[in-house]
């Protein structure tokens, strides 16, 4: 029963992170999605948006199906419950499947924007954020900006020109997120430039959210200290109060036993009173012969 409780649990903890790992990715790619529309990158890097894209909505099918997997629906219920319709064409990856058209005709990347539909339906991964906030807050944190710096030393390298390796990247978004600040390297295009914003404002919230916790962990431990401290006297108060309680039954069955004997002793003192006067009265009666 405990073993099967552990692993629900784990199946639990694991479908949470995977929707929350979902909701970095399509965030990001929500990003890129309008960056690429503003600003026109290189054949290249629009080749590898594409796959990222692809990526993500693979990712997503598995979170769908996954989903589906775990309700009891039949599937075309389950494709009209909670807007799942919504989230089936938002995963559609338009620029893969028609291809050089989307960097040919620039007015098709319109069509990408069908993506951002899904964030009218992310409710399921704010609920699983929520969850590790509640639960697994230093987890979730350290989930999130791993994930988040991760992907964001890929993209830095591959998308601005002034970082030549994926270690200058790993620096620069370690000082950047830290809020040190160093001034040694610094993003030149226009997506370096959004995803460092993008940075800050990660590393800024991460270490908030570190700080409060090691000051509620502190707190916790003194409270927790507090605690067992009230709840010792709280025993050795109801200690004190059995052992009262049993001297008083003690000193009750002593009163009991001395009342009975008290009137034992009555009775024997009626009864001798009884005898003496049988007995004067026979002497009365002999003295009278």
Known sequence: ?????????????????????????????????????????PARVENILTY??????????????????RSNYTPLTYIKSNHHIIDIISIIPLDFILGHYFVALRFL????????????????????????????????????FGV??????????????????????????????????YVDMTPTTPAGKILTMFIILTGTIAVAIFTAYLSAIYNKRTDDARIHEI????????????????????????????????????????SVKDTVEDIDEKLDKLIDE
């Open 231 to 270: 709840e010792n006297y709280i025993k050795r108060v109801e200690h004190k109060n059995a052992r009262l309680e049993r001297d008083i039954r003690q000193l009750r069955l002593k009163i009991e036993s001395l009342e009975e004997a008290s009137s034992d002793t009555k009775e024997d003192i009626d």
């Open 109 to 144: 990347r319109i069509l990408r924007f069908l993506r951002i539909i899904r964030l009218w339906n992310i409710g399921k991964e704010l609920r699983s954020l929520e969850f590790f906030i509640q639960h697994h807050l230093l987890k979730a944190t350290v989930i999130v």
């Open 1 to 41: 029963m405990e073993d099967t409780n552990i692993k629900n649990e784990y199946k639990t903890l694991f479908y949470e992170a995977f929707n929350v790992f979902l909701l970095i990715i399509t965030i990001i790619d929500m990003v890129f999605i309008v960056v690429d529309f503003i600003y026109t990158f």
């Open 148 to 181: 988040f710096a991760g992907i964001s030393a890929v993209l830095l390298y591959v998308f601005d020109t002034s970082f030549n390796s994926i270690l200058d990247t790993i620096w620069f978004i370690v000082v950047t997120a830290s809020t040190v600040g």
């Open 52 to 69: 990222y894209d692809l990526t993500v909505c693979i990712f997503l099918a598995i979170g769908m199906f996954y989903s589906y997997r």
